[in-house]
């Protein structure tokens, strides 16, 4: 398994978790983002830049993700392409999308851009806090115990 983050949006104090479980469990962590980002020098952690663009990271994380590889993302599409691939995908917040549940949030999202386009105020997320960071916590805890410790170095 290897762990990949959308990492343009994703907020620091998760990434913050992610250094740390990727140490602690001795899993790939790999930060994909269209700026260089500061990461703790390990053998099991490293940033990819890719070029500036729209959705350019969310490609390149479809393409070089794998069946039982864990995409972090907030990027619901991105989720979607990740999971038909076989791949899991968690959000900042520690919601798992999964095969049953991911087209009704594509379906969800599809609709409130929908209702943006035709001039309605939807607002946006909600402010993140220490609840989000402790679900996400939760989450990923549960997904990385299904998954046996790599050798040490």
Same mark, same amino acid.
């Given at each position: 398994?290897?762990?990949?983050?959308?990492?343009? @949006?994703?907020?620091?104090?998760?990434?913050?978790?992610?250094?740390?479980?990727?140490?602690?469990?001795? &899993?790939?962590?790999?930060?994909?983002?269209?700026?260089?980002?500061?990461?703790?020098? !390990? !053998?099991?952690?490293?940033?990819?830049?890719?070029?500036?663009? &729209?959705?350019?990271?969310?490609?390149?994380? #479809?393409?070089?993700?794998?069946?039982?590889?864990?995409?972090?993302?907030?990027?619901?599409?991105?989720?979607?392409?990740?999971?038909?691939?076989?791949?899991?995908?968690?959000?900042?917040?520690?919601?798992?999308? #999964? @095969?049953?549940?991911?087209?009704?949030?594509? !379906?969800?999202?599809?609709?409130? #851009?929908?209702?943006?386009? @035709?001039?309605?105020? #939807?607002?946006?997320?909600?402010?993140?806090?220490?609840?989000?960071?402790?679900?996400?916590?939760?989450?990923?805890?549960?997904?990385? @115990?299904?998954?046996?410790?790599?050798?040490?170095?």
């Amino acid at each position: 398994m290897k762990i990949w983050v959308d990492a343009d @949006a994703c907020p620091k104090v998760i990434k913050e978790i992610l250094f740390r479980a990727a140490q602690r469990r001795q &899993i790939d962590l790999v930060l994909v983002a269209n700026a260089a980002l500061a990461v703790p020098r !390990s !053998s099991r952690i490293r940033s990819v830049v890719v070029p500036q663009g &729209i959705d350019v990271a969310d490609k390149a994380i #479809t393409e070089w993700s794998q069946r039982g590889d864990l995409v972090i993302t907030a990027d619901i599409p991105l989720a979607a392409a990740v999971v038909e691939k076989g791949a899991q995908a968690l959000n900042p917040r520690g919601e798992l999308y #999964t @095969a049953d549940n991911v087209r009704q949030h594509l !379906s969800m999202r599809n609709f409130m #851009t929908d209702l943006r386009g @035709a001039g309605m105020e #939807t607002g946006g997320p909600p402010a993140f806090h220490q609840r989000d960071r402790q679900a996400f916590a939760n989450q990923l805890d549960k997904l990385l @115990a299904r998954v046996p410790m790599a050798p040490t170095e």
